[in-house]
């Protein structure tokens, strides 16, 4: 197969991935492209990473994921000679995962502490800015993704 070919091929892929615009979209995307098997090899793949930066030990993921030392140390010698991707990909989850975190402590202390409930008035103000601000983030994130789509055409 022509390098040329294949090039134009992955970035394709890429983006496919780049222009699909929920997780639900993407979610759909990888089980046509992939087995079950590949969908949850990925995963465990990612959490093997997550976790030895996290500086969990070899004992503790093979335990806890159910693998061998194999995809371990394959992981452990992408994340030693390079990893970017996976170190990038683990700092994003544990901004998203501390988000969830805040949402949840918030919940649990409304449900110990009960407080007034706010009239409409009080807060529509607050919620139209938020609705604005998220609107125009959606607008520029889909920019963004369709103007780094087409940067990759280019081959």
Do not use: C
């Not at 990888?30 to 500086?55: C, N, P, Q, S």
């Not at 449900?111 to 409409?120: C, G, I, Q, S």
């Not at 529509?124 to 789509?149: E, F, Q, R, T, Y």
């Amino acid at each position: 197969m022509d390098p040329n070919d294949m090039g134009f091929y992955i970035n394709n892929l890429w983006n496919a991935f780049i222009l699909m615009n929920s997780k639900e979209e993407i979610r759909e995307l990888f089980k046509d492209l992939f087995t079950h098997t590949e969908y949850k090899m990925f995963a465990k793949r990612l959490e093997i990473a997550r976790r030895l930066l996290e500086g969990n030990s070899y004992d503790q993921i093979k335990e806890t994921l159910k693998v061998t030392e194999k995809p371990i140390a394959s992981m452990s010698n992408i994340l030693a000679n390079s990893g970017n991707g996976l170190k990038n990909a683990h700092a994003k989850l544990k901004i998203l995962e501390k988000g969830f975190q805040r949402k949840r402590d918030v919940k649990q202390d409304r449900l110990e502490h009960p407080l007034r409930r706010k009239m409409p008035g009080e807060t529509a103000l607050p919620d139209l800015i938020a609705g604005s601000a998220m609107a125009i983030h959606g607008l520029v994130k889909n920019k963004l993704k369709k103007a780094s789509a087409r940067k990759f055409l280019s081959v």
